[in-house]
T-cell receptor, first 112, second 108 residues
């Protein structure tokens, strides 16, 4: 069965370190998204991609970057982690002609 | 102003009750709309799409009012298993934007 997986599921890091969260989908979807979820804010869009070599900024993109070198993967990088980036991160993918987002199980990141 | 706004609740209702959630969006160019459900500490999952003419799926009814930029979700005959957070989702231009969610607890 097709799926979308995130790793690591849990990570603790220190302020200033670079962190990369992996997202891999086997749906062959062109569209991929990264969200963060915090109490009181719901899911906020960080970056998204419509296909290979395409990336776009979402509403809370500062301090994050993504790259899309193939269809399956959209890694999210925190260049210099800050305590404000402590959150649960969800990756999602979507087919071109459908509105349904398929989510990974989430990655819980703590920045100390 | 947030792009998608929802009443955060919480809504605490008895089993069998009817409950309605509302959502407003700011981008009038938005083309597609959805309701997602999220259980505690889990990923969101699609509950239903929202069509212009309104649509029903069992006990769930979704409505769209484009003129008022307003979406609603009605749950009839609430079950304990309906307890979750309900997220309104709007697609303004290919990027999917979420409301903060409305928390529902159905009690025996």
């Amino acid at each position: 069965d097709a799926e979308i997986t995130q790793s690591p599921r849990h990570k603790i890091t220190e302020t200033g370190r670079q962190v990369t969260l992996a997202c891999h989908q086997t749906w062959n979807h062109n569209n991929m998204f990264w969200y963060r979820q915090d109490l009181g804010h719901g899911l906020r869009l960080i970056h998204y991609s419509y296909g290979v070599q395409d990336t776009n900024k979402g509403e809370v993109s500062d301090g994050y970057s993504v790259s899309r070198s193939n269809t399956e993967d959209l890694p999210l990088t925190l260049e210099s982690a800050a305590s404000s980036q402590t959150s649960v991160y969800f990756c999602a993918s979507k087919g071109t002609n459908t509105g349904e987002l398929f989510f990974g199980e989430g990655s819980r990141l703590t920045v100390l | 102003r947030k792009e998608v706004e929802q009443d955060p609740g919480p809504f605490n209702v008895p089993e069998g009750a009817t409950v309605a959630f509302n959502c407003t969006y700011s981008n009038s160019a938005s083309q597609s709309f959805f309701w997602y459900r999220q259980d505690c500490r889990k990923e969101p999952k699609l509950l239903m799409s929202v069509y212009s003419s309104g649509n029903e799926d069992g006990r769930f009814t979704a409505q769209l009012n484009r003129a008022s930029q307003y979406i609603s979700l009605l749950i009839r005959d609430s079950k304990l298993s309906d307890s979750a957070t309900y997220l309104c989702v709007v697609n303004p231009s290919g990027d999917m934007r979420f409301g903060a969610g409305t928390r529902l607890t159905v009690k025996p």
